[in-house]
């Protein structure tokens, strides 16, 4: 945000609302007032045979573990800093501009059956590079596989599915009420898993490919994307002779509400060419966009 902005009344304590969008956005809100009503649904394969040579580089200078997780994120930090709509949100049938990047993910502690498993929010910069998203990454993810203490989320989930029914039920109600306001307080939004400006699943990780999920009607979070596992082509060169390259698939829902489809199509178009060429992300961006207000 703005050093020099100032929060106004119908702010929200996680982001400022727009004001100077035309009618017809303002008017959409009350059309589609869910996310559900507005899922656009978006495939995309990425050619990352590049990208995989410069994972083994970076690996060999120390960067153990560097992978598509990392890039896939860094290109998104990075597209919000030049894209910014790229980072709104809807709630409350009103259109606001989140104060940060966060993004969150689903971490299970082992890869077993049995293993618990947990939601991390971790909160970038835009001029963050792709070594920043690593660190922090990789930070976050390390602290809940190696501890067996429940973070704030867990504990709160824990401490609200002890109450009767009927209280979980009105309780949650009350934080419907105050998201829709825009009054819920800071201490619940840091720790949602539910508010956020994207949320991002490493289905390759599994060894499978990626599915369309859902994003959530509660909370603020936009953009759901799923990445599979990595995958072998031999296509022909230009000479006629077969390359081995390597792709993996996207899918990403979108909340339409936020910006349009031209919009939409201009960042995943940047994102390809940061995937393709992930040396643009090792610096941090020539420079950064605001959102309008």
């Not at 539910?194 to 499978?208: K, P, R």
């Not at 995958?231 to 910006?259: C, F, N, S, W």
Request: glycine share 6%; net charge positive.
């Amino acid at each position: 945000m703005a050093n020099n902005y100032k929060k106004r009344f119908g702010d929200r304590a996680d982001g400022r609302r727009i004001r100077s969008l035309n009618g017809f956005y303002n008017f959409i809100p009350f059309i589609m007032p869910t996310r559900v009503d507005a899922l656009n649904y978006y495939e995309q394969d990425f050619d990352i045979t590049e990208a995989d040579r410069w994972f083994r580089r970076q690996r060999v200078n120390g960067y153990k573990g560097m992978g598509m997780l990392h890039l896939l994120i860094a290109s998104y930090v990075r597209a919000c800093a030049y894209l910014p709509a790229l980072n709104r949100f809807v709630v409350g049938r009103r259109i606001y501009a989140h104060d940060k990047i966060e993004i969150v993910m689903t971490v299970k502690r082992s890869l077993t059956i049995d293993a618990t498993e947990t939601t991390i929010k971790v909160a970038f910069e835009p001029t963050d590079t792709i070594y920043d998203v690593y660190r922090k990454m990789n930070a976050a993810i390390d602290e809940v596989k190696n501890s067996d203490e429940e973070n704030g989320t867990e504990q709160f989930a824990t401490a609200a599915a002890k109450l009767p029914r009927f209280l979980l039920r009105a309780a949650i109600g009350l934080i419907r009420v105050l998201d829709y306001f825009g009054i819920l307080p800071k201490s619940l939004l840091d720790i949602s898993p539910f508010h956020g400006s994207m949320i991002i699943t490493d289905l390759g990780s599994l060894g499978i490919g990626p599915i369309y999920h859902h994003i959530y009607n509660f909370g603020t979070l936009p953009v759901f994307i799923a990445f599979g596992a990595k995958r072998h082509v031999y296509e022909l060169d230009r000479h006629g002779q077969p390359i081995d390259r390597k792709y993996i698939d996207v899918k990403a829902v979108m909340d339409e509400r936020t910006v349009d489809g031209h919009y939409y199509a201009t960042v995943f178009k940047f994102l390809n060419r940061c995937i393709a060429d992930p040396t643009v992300l090792e610096t941090p961006p020539k420079q950064v966009n605001e959102d309008i207000f």
